[in-house]
């Protein structure tokens, strides 16, 4: 087995070179999954010279296997559940909503600490790019779907470097575009295709969010 990508910065320029077509558009943004998903989205904003910022979402992990994902919450409410997870592991009702009572505050306390002040991304009549370090079960990239496509925007093209071919045609499904670059078979984890898959700070999100405002201004 072989590690497809250095690092998420060496996935994030790999993807910009298959995203070419939406470089200096000026109806364009880069939205970025934190924690994992922003130093890609980074890269892909600073290629194609379009603004960046973030979409909050927080995975619902199964109790004692918290990698395994049963489910996702984003802001307004939104909740994408994993039934057949929930349904496998026989999890009952009050230990999924302890689960998301926790991670909504998690999200409450993530959305102060890396947008601050700055007000919400423009999402109506945009083409947005959707961008994480890769699917897994997909429940947080659906989760992140549903809160903009209530907002309407433009066009919805998600793009990741790596993921199951299954959750790819999933996801063909429900945005306009799905863009990666590899489908290993079997699967396993995001983290086995990457040689460095250290987790991300909320510093190093705050600091690639603001370097990239810089560098727009």
């Not at 959707?130 to 370090?133: A, E, G, H, S, Y």
């Not at 496509?149 to 093209?157: A, F, G, M, R, T």
């Given at each position: 087995m072989?590690?497809?990508?250095r690092d998420r910065t060496h996935a994030g320029k790999e993807l910009a070179n298959q995203l070419t077509i939406y470089a200096n558009r000026s109806d364009a943004i880069v939205l970025g999954l934190p924690r994992g998903g922003v130093p890609v989205a980074y890269e892909v904003a600073?290629?194609?010279?379009?603004?960046?910022?973030?979409?909050?979402?927080?995975?619902l992990g199964v109790p004692g296997h918290k990698e395994l994902?049963?489910?996702?919450?984003?802001?307004g409410g939104v909740r994408v559940l994993n039934y057949d997870v929930i349904s496998?592991?026989?999890?009952?009702?009050?230990?999924?909503?302890h689960i998301a009572d926790r991670e909504l505050r998690e999200l409450q306390r993530r959305d102060r600490a890396y947008r601050g002040d700055r007000p919400q991304p423009e999402v109506c009549d945009r083409t947005i790019i959707?961008?994480?370090?890769g699917l897994a079960t997909g429940?947080?990239?659906?989760?992140?779907?549903a809160v903009l496509?209530?907002?309407?925007?433009?066009?919805?093209?998600v793009a990741v470097p790596v993921a199951p071919l299954a959750g790819c045609k999933t996801l063909e499904t429900e945005v306009d575009k799905v863009v990666c670059l590899s489908n290993p078979e079997p699967f396993y984890a995001i983290?086995?295709?990457?040689?460095?898959?250290?987790?991300?700070?909320?510093?190093?999100?705050r600091n690639l969010l603001a370097k990239q405002l810089a560098t727009a201004s």
């Open positions: 072989k590690t497809r990508f600073k290629a194609l010279n379009l603004p960046l910022d973030i979409c909050l979402v927080r995975k994902a049963m489910g996702a919450i984003a802001s496998w592991l026989a999890i009952a009702d009050k230990a999924l909503e959707l961008v994480d370090d429940a947080t990239m659906r989760a992140a779907i496509q209530k907002q309407q925007p433009k066009e919805l093209v983290g086995l295709w990457y040689k460095n898959f250290a987790q991300t700070t909320d510093e190093q999100v």
